[in-house]
């Protein structure tokens, strides 16, 4: 990349090409600098700066191909802010704002189009739950978790529904997990994690399950894994990875496996391995 960032975001366009915006710099500087990836030629430039910056925001990329940037942090305050990339003039315009600004929390596409922002944090930690119209460009709240968490993951289930799990409630990391129903606004309890967890990730599997993976507790970097079947609502261990990691990655490949890779492990290391599930 021309610019060093982690906690940025990245998106895939419609093109094929992916852009990353925002995150941190070395020397705690806050960057609104993005730029793009062409798979073809393996190069990168720099497209429109956002209108701010932002670190530990998220991206959606909607059904008209825009990229919807919401929240984060910027050095000085949690921003409530969103904005859109429009990749056919590589330029952003504000859209509407959400009611509380926020970093840490995540987004998740819904079949109607609609994005679903949930929990996060912002000097305490939020269970509220947020929707963005793309059509209109505004925001609405809908019914909060029972439980805040921080640094969750959220995963689009086959049916529709949204899996939220893990994170921390500013008190210990958590287990449990919940589901959103998009068609009835509500939250109901699910079956809950062997282990609390956060920073880990989430990936969705070819047999429907989520495969959850890694985190930290604030005992151990985890290198345990467990999987979610929707049709029980219940979870299972399965075998764990070589090494503990969090703030790593999770990639689906074609072939249907999982490559988690980087992050960092115990005693602080920034890791280089990846494995495969």
Known sequence: MSVARYYHTASTLANGSILVAGGQESGSVYLNSTE????????????GNMSIARYAST??????????????????????????????????????NMSVGKAYHTASTLANGSILVVGGYNGGCLN????????TG???TTVSMSDARSRPTAS????????????????????????????????????SMNIGRYYHTASTLTNGSILVAGGYNDVSYLNSAEFYNPSTGTWTTTRSMNVGRYYHTASILANGSVLVAGGQGSGGVYLNSAELY
């Open 36 to 47: 793009l990836y062409n798979p073809s030629t393996g190069t990168w430039t720099m497209t």
């Open 59 to 96: 991206a959606s990329t909607l059904v008209n191909g825009s990229v919807l940037v919401v929240g984060g942090f910027n050095g000085v305050s949690y921003l409530n802010s969103a904005e859109l990339y429009n990749p056919s003039t590589g330029t952003w315009t504000a859209t509407g």
């Open 128 to 135: 509220n739950a947020e929707l963005y119209n793309s059509l």
């Open 138 to 140: 505004t925001w609405t």
């Open 156 to 191: 689009t289930l086959a049916n529709g529904l949204v899996l939220v799990a893990g994170g921390s409630n500013c008190v210990s990391y958590v287990g449990s997990t919940v589901l959103y129903d998009p068609s009835a606004g509500t939250w109901t309890a699910t079956g």
